[in-house]
Nanobody
Framework: VQLQASGGGLVQTGDSLKLSCAAS??????MAWFRQAPGKEREFVAA????????YYVDSVKGRFTISRDNAKNTVYLQMNSLRREDTAVYYC????????????????????WGQGTLVTVSS
C-alpha cells in the first residue's frame, strides 16, 4: 500500500496550488489531507468519503480549498486557492479502508495509511 503525495512548492500570498495523492495497493473508503505547520501539531484539512462523495473541511480553508477525486487514477487532489501565509505547512495525505463517520473524519487515528508529506510554503 502506498500513498504518494506531490504538488507542493513555494508560492505567494493569493496564489493557487494543487496537491495530488496517488493511492495504490488496495481500495480505500475515505481519503484526507492533514497539515503540520512549523512548531505546531498536525491538523486536519479536508476529507473525501468515497461512498457518498461527502467532503469535509476545517473552517479555516472552507471556500478556498477543494478536495476531489479522480476515480480512474485512484488519486485525490487538494485544490488550494487564495493561499495565505498561515497555510504554510507540510501537507500529508491519509487514507482509511472504510467510510469515516462524520464525527471522526478529523482524527488522525481514523486513518491507517499515510503518505509522505509535501511542503507548501506561502510567502508574502
Amino acid at each position: 500500500v502506498q500513498l504518494q503525495a506531490s504538488g507542493g512548492g513555494l508560492v505567494q500570498t493569493g496564489d493557487s496550488l494543487k496537491l495530488s495523492c496517488a493511492a495504490s495497493g488496495r481500495a480505500f473508503g475515505t481519503m484526507a489531507w492533514f497539515r503540520q505547520a512549523p512548531g505546531k501539531e498536525r491538523e486536519f484539512v479536508a476529507a473525501y468519503r468515497f461512498g457518498d462523495r461527502k467532503t469535509y473541511y476545517v473552517d479555516s480553508v472552507k471556500g478556498r480549498f477543494t478536495i476531489s477525486r479522480d476515480n480512474a487514477k485512484n488519486t485525490v487532489y487538494l485544490q488550494m486557492n487564495s493561499l495565505r501565509r498561515e497555510d504554510t505547512a507540510v501537507y500529508y495525505c491519509a487514507a482509511s479502508t472504510g467510510g469515516v463517520i462524520m464525527s471522526s473524519y478529523g482524527l488522525e487515528q481514523s486513518y491507517s495509511y499515510w503518505g509522505q508529506g509535501t511542503l507548501v510554503t506561502v510567502s508574502s
